[in-house]
């Protein structure tokens, strides 16, 4: 979560239970699902409180109003994640990584954080140069068996590996979503229908010389 303390204040009366379970599952798609470094802080926390101050009926499990508030929260964190990333140490580039036709959501969790916190993948988005191979070689270290001739991935819309190898993409194109500040990446391993997403930021001199230069 990147050295960072969260905390999200509603008015709402709701179900202590109930909103334990919502805000879980609003973490697992917002702050548990970003990365700048790969590395944690001893503490890092996000919290929720609920006065019910509000007077509304009390939202529960099977109340109609609480989809609602579930994706209001997810807006909420999702927003604030995202901030994080983009204000990360150093940082020129907010991307988002979305390993899809997984077997499993575990399998898609694991091969995106190892290309998120691979050190040549982000160094190689900071140069701006669109290296498949970093990526599936991340990809493969995850420990995920993979089926590569099945494997296809994608900068944007642009292929740069299927089949098994990689493929010549516009130049040009390619030029130009690499010096984005905001870059998608897609990784479909042909496994499945499961899939996770994950955002990061690139590695950069900076990022060395905010963490060296400093003493506690």
Request: charged share 20%; hydrophobic share 45%.
């Amino acid at each position: 979560m990147a050295t960072m303390l969260a905390f999200a204040m509603t008015d709402l009366d709701i179900d202590v239970h109930t909103l334990n379970s919502v805000f879980k599952q609003a973490i697992d798609g917002s702050f548990n699902a970003i990365t700048v470094d790969g590395c944690m802080s001893t503490n890092d926390t996000a919290i929720i409180l609920a006065n019910g101050m509000a007077g509304n009926k009390q939202l529960k499990r099977n109340s109609n109003n609480l989809s609602l508030f579930r994706e209001m929260l997810f807006g909420v964190m999702s927003d604030l994640s995202d901030a994080i990333v983009r204000d990360g140490e150093g940082a020129t580039k907010f991307i988002e990584i979305i390993v899809d036709e997984a077997a499993s959501i575990a399998d898609a969790k694991k091969v995106a954080y190892a290309i998120a916190n691979s050190n040549l993948v982000k160094t190689a988005f900071y140069g701006c140069d669109p290296n498949w191979g970093r990526i599936i070689a991340a990809a493969g270290s995850s420990g995920v068996s993979l089926p590569v001739d099945a494997v296809k991935l994608y900068f944007e819309k642009i292929p740069v590996f299927v089949n098994g190898k990689g493929i010549d993409g516009p130049e040009k194109e390619l030029t130009e979503i690499m010096s984005r500040n905001n870059i998608k990446v897609f990784l479909k391993l042909g496994m499945g229908n499961k899939s996770y997403r994950i955002r990061t930021s690139d590695l950069t001199l900076d990022y060395i010389k905010i963490n060296a230069h400093y003493h506690t």
